[in-house]
C-alpha cells in the first residue's frame, strides 16, 4: 500500500502559479510513475501529467508548456508547478502512483482559479 497526501491547492487568480505536492509514505517510491489527474465538477477525471521512474514526462495538451511535472526521490515527493492558471484548471487535483498491477490515489488537493 502507497499512502499519497497532496498538498498545495487553494485559491489563485488567473495568471497566477500554484505549486502541487504530493508525498508517498512508500521507500521505494522511485520505481513509480507519478501522475496528476484533476477532476472538474461533472466532468470525467483527465490526466493532467505524469513522470516515470526514469523522468520522463508527458502532459496533457491543455497544460502544455504552462506546467512542469517534477520529482525528487529521496523525499519520496512528486510536484506539480502549474503557471498562467485558467479558470478552466479549477477542479480537484490528484496524485497518482503506478507500477506494474499497483495503482494508488491520492483524497485530492482543491485549487481553484478566480478573480
Known amino acids: 500500500q502507497v499512502h499519497l497526501v497532496e498538498s498545495g491547492g487553494g485559491l489563485v487568480q488567473p495568471g497566477g502559479s500554484l505549486r502541487l505536492s504530493c508525498a508517498a509514505s512508500?521507500?521505494?517510491?522511485?520505481?513509480?510513475?507519478m501522475g496528476w489527474y484533476r477532476q472538474a465538477p461533472g466532468k470525467q477525471r483527465e490526466l493532467v501529467a505524469f513522470?516515470?521512474?526514469?523522468?520522463?514526462?508527458n502532459y496533457a495538451d491543455s497544460v502544455e508548456g504552462r506546467s512542469t511535472i517534477s520529482r525528487d526521490n529521496a523525499k519520496n515527493t512528486v510536484y506539480l508547478q502549474m503557471n498562467s492558471l485558467k479558470p478552466e484548471d479549477t477542479a480537484v487535483y490528484y496524485c497518482?502512483?503506478?507500477?506494474?498491477?499497483?495503482?494508488?490515489w491520492g483524497q485530492g488537493t482543491q485549487v481553484t482559479v478566480s478573480s
Open positions: 497518482n502512483a503506478k507500477f506494474l498491477t499497483r495503482n494508488y
Open positions: 512508500r521507500s521505494d517510491f522511485s520505481i513509480y510513475t
Open positions: 513522470i516515470t521512474s526514469g523522468g520522463i514526462t
